[in-house]
T-cell receptor
Framework: KQEVTQIPAALSVPEGENLVLNCSFT??????LQWFRQDPGKGLTSLLL?????REQTSGRLNASLDKSSGRSTLYIAASQPGDSATYLC????????????FGKGTHLIIQP | GAGVSQTPSNKVTEKGKYVELRCDPI?????LYWYRQSLGQGPEFLIY????????DSGLPNDRFFAVRPEGSVSTLKIQRTERGDSAVYLC???????????????FGPGTRLTVT
């Protein structure tokens, strides 16, 4: 059974810093990995989707990498802003009888103005 | 265009009662998913629909939980004889694809917060 772990559980940094959020998974047989952000009391907003054949995806100040063989993904946020404050979740999709996403518990990020 | 919508946004019910939670997916999305998120946890998969049929219900915790999608669009999650442990946020997501569905992102609704007293 797939297990997804996110480190750190919480992170507080001053505005303007570059930062890295980590995600690891136990079963490397995934089809894709997706990063989400969740604001308090809200649903999930998709940030980036990386297919298993890809190494990274970029969107604006966000860059996500995937190393399937080692079971790791990182989300890099450049020049952080207070509006980036949220919980960031990573999730893997394995398919083949496990049709839902498997999520980590998330990293709660606070960007201090 | 319109995103995934869920109603109600909040539902408070007494232990033992029956509840229905509704999900309206993005128009044209054939795949629909239900998840449950407890406080401080990531969402947990409950059930996946492809069209009208439940293609994977392996995440449903027990037979008190049931979901339908009779016309391949709107879905309803039904919980019988609710228990306090059912209190959570119930999230719905949709995505475009059937074959090759792993190529597509899942788009989530705002969720229904269920509180069982």
């Amino acid at each position: 059974k797939q297990e997804v772990t996110q480190i750190p559980a919480a992170l507080s940094v001053p505005e303007g810093e570059n930062l890295v959020l980590n995600c690891s998974f136990t079963d490397s047989a995934i089809y894709n990995l997706q990063w989400f952000r969740q604001d308090p009391g809200k649903g999930l907003t998709s940030l980036l989707l990386i297919q298993s054949s890809q190494r990274e995806q970029t969107s604006g100040r966000l860059n996500a990498s995937l190393d399937k063989s080692s079971g790791r993904s990182t989300l890099y946020i450049a020049a952080s802003q207070p509006g980036d404050s949220a919980t960031y979740l990573c999730a893997t999709y394995s398919g083949g009888g496990a049709d839902g996403l498997t999520f980590g518990k998330g990293t709660h990020l606070i960007i201090q103005p | 265009g319109a995103g995934v919508s869920q109603t109600p946004s909040n539902k408070v019910t007494e232990k033992g009662k029956y509840v229905e939670l509704r999900c309206d997916p993005i128009s044209g999305h054939t795949a629909l998913y239900w998840y449950r998120q407890s406080l401080g946890q990531g969402p947990e998969f409950l059930i996946y629909f492809q069209g009208t049929g439940a293609a994977d219900d392996s995440g449903l915790p027990n037979d008190r939980f049931f979901a339908v999608r009779p016309e391949g669009s709107v879905s309803t999650l039904k919980i019988q004889r609710t228990e306090r442990g059912d209190s959570a946020v119930y999230l719905c997501a949709s995505s475009p694809g059937a074959s090759g569905r792993w190529e597509y992102e899942q788009y989530f609704g705002p969720g229904t917060r269920l509180t069982v007293t």
